[in-house]
């Protein structure tokens, strides 16, 4: 497989180079792989439908086909999968595809421990050791922490916003030890994410370390998070013969979005051949994308900070490989888009409690709401009204080509739960009046000592802490 860059087509390279160099220093783009194959529909028409291990060596193996042995990457899937995502129906048309059943209790999970150990395996031949800066809003780090803490030759460093993560999340950061730190900085997600990127592209750091990023930036955290979409899709479709009796549904993915990393992941897994009809971009106050989407205009702006932290972006990466990947017209045809604030998130958590029992995390809770509105008539009233303003919360002012099928009830959701509620137990105590039950793993963090190094948001400072204590 070929790999180019969101700001240089002519750029090609190999997925090692692409992995271990995380982003293109010469430009600042993304790597992007020239096209993507798609599956045999001898394999997405398999019934029962294949388990998840057998789709990410499926899905995997172009990407890495020439570089990575079969055997090899096998070795890679089954130590890096000691768990799998589950599906929930809330009802007969509404399924929570659960990604939080890893070690740190987030979907990032999925994407860290691939990394880590393909990192690993193309490090063995190298001489020093890797190191991996990482920016996170809440979950990138603890995942990235978790999957590559102790791993040989490499060493991470995480930056994350002083103060802007919750509590049990900041344990889940700042408690490491070895070859793994936390840096707090005084700043917000942006922040931290743009001294990342200005240290990828410091020739003179890099001539002194070799540098790589465990972020969405990475295609190796994006190309495993298409595993789940791939699962899921076909889990469900096999389901609903049961379930609603709907003759070849049309799939949705509600996707809580701030990066849009992982968003981009289920584009990867719909170019690959997974039935999935189309996408809801579902975020919060940070809603940079979904304005993008309604006006044709991209701007980037200062993140605002929200009860659904890993959010809170608001210059998401990913938006260069979307943009190269679809016109935005296309986007439009794929995409619908849905925002809420604080008040609409607490809602939120308490409409889905109170209808199905189930306790969602705030940026799920997101996700709800926009796939409830959209089936019980907000399409419907965008399709036949008037637009409305996109500066309100809820529903954008752009109609996709799977509106009609919501209409005609063809459709069914798949809501992405990315995180256990109990990393966000006072807001979600605020919503329904009870805190969520809280898994031993993450208990037992809150008894660790923390060890996060404070910081400036000052690029220059930040530099010589990484050629001192690197």
């Given at each position: 497989?070929?790999y180019?860059?969101?700001?240089d087509k ?12 995380g ?11 020239v ?14 439908a ?15 086909e020439?570089?990575?042995p079969?055997?090899d ?20 048309i509404?399924?929570?595809l659960e ?6 209790c ?6 860290a ?13 190298e001489n020093?050791?890797l190191?991996i800066l ?9 995942a990235v922490?978790s ?11 995480i ?6 993560v919750?509590?049990l ?6 408690t490491f ?11 917000t ?21 070799r ?19 791939m699962?899921?899709a ?10 609603n ?11 809580p979005?701030?990066?849009?990393g992982?968003l ?13 009809e ?13 304005d993008?989407?309604a ?16 959010m809170d ?9 979307i ?13 619908a888009s849905y ?17 199905t ?5 705030p940026?799920?809770?997101?996700g709800?709401?926009?796939w409830?509105?959209?089936?019980c ?6 399709m ?6 996109y500066?309100?919360p ?9 509106a009609?099928?919501?209409?005609e ?13 109990a990393k966000?137990?006072?807001t ?6 009870r805190?969520p039950?809280?898994?031993a ?8 000592e ?7 948001n000052?690029?220059e400072?930040?530099?010589a ?6």
């Amino acid at each position: 497989m070929i790999y180019t860059d969101t700001r240089d087509k002519a750029v090609k390279t190999d997925f090692r180079t692409a992995v271990m160099n995380g982003m293109n220093s010469a430009t600042g783009g993304l790597y992007i792989p020239v096209s993507f194959p798609k599956l045999d529909q001898s394999f997405i028409n398999k019934n029962p439908a294949p388990n998840f291990r057998d789709i990410a060596l499926r899905m995997a193996q172009p990407y890495v086909e020439g570089e990575i042995p079969d055997s090899d990457l096998t070795g890679i899937i089954q130590d890096a999968y000691p768990f799998s995502p589950k599906i929930v129906p809330l009802d007969a048309i509404t399924y929570v595809l659960e990604l939080f059943h890893g070690p740190t209790c987030a979907f990032k999970d999925f994407g860290a421990r691939f990394m880590a150990r393909v990192m690993s395996y193309f490090n063995r031949s190298e001489n020093g050791t890797l190191h991996i800066l990482v920016a996170t809003s809440g979950d990138t780090g603890s995942a990235v922490g978790s999957a590559f803490h102790n791993v040989p030759g490499l060493d991470v460093t995480i930056l994350y916003p002083e103060g802007k993560v919750s509590l049990l999340q900041e344990k889940q950061l700042s408690t490491f030890t070895g070859n793994v730190r936390a840096l707090k900085i005084r700043g917000t997600f942006d922040d931290c994410q743009k001294l990342v990127k200005t240290a990828f592209t410091d020739v003179e750091l890099r001539r002194t370390l070799r540098l790589s990023s465990a972020n969405s930036i990475n295609i190796a955290r994006l190309l495993p998070q298409s595993f789940y979409y791939m699962y899921s899709a076909l889990a469900v479709r096999d389901r609903c013969v049961l379930d609603n009796k709907i003759d070849n549904p049309s799939i949705i993915a509600v996707v809580p979005s701030g990066n849009f990393g992982n968003l981009t992941s289920g584009l990867i897994a719909r170019e690959m051949g997974a039935p999935i009809e189309g996408f809801v971009a579902a975020t919060n106050t940070n809603r940079t994308i979904p304005d993008w989407i309604a006006t044709g205009s991209y701007n980037a702006r200062p993140s605002v900070e929200t009860y659904a932290n890993a959010m809170d972006v608001g210059a998401p990466s990913n938006y260069e490989r979307i943009a190269a990947m679809y016109t935005l017209e296309q986007v439009r045809h794929l995409f619908a888009s849905y925002w809420l604030d604080n008040d609409g998130i607490i809602k939120a958590i308490k409409s889905c409690y109170d209808r199905t029992g189930y306790i969602i995390d705030p940026h799920g809770a997101i996700g709800w709401k926009a796939w409830d509105d959209i089936r019980c008539g907000s399409m419907e009233s965008l399709m036949g009204g008037p637009a409305g303003s996109y500066e309100k919360p809820g529903l954008t002012p752009n109609v996709p080509d799977w509106a009609k099928e919501v209409v005609e009830k063809k459709t069914v959701g798949i809501l992405l739960e990315t995180a256990e509620p109990a990393k966000f137990g006072a807001t979600v105590s605020a919503a329904i009046g009870r805190e969520p039950p809280v898994p031993a793993r993450l208990a037992d963090v809150l008894k660790l000592e923390d060890r996060a190094v404070p910081m400036p948001n000052d690029y220059e400072q930040f530099k010589a802490w990484l050629l001192k204590n690197l």
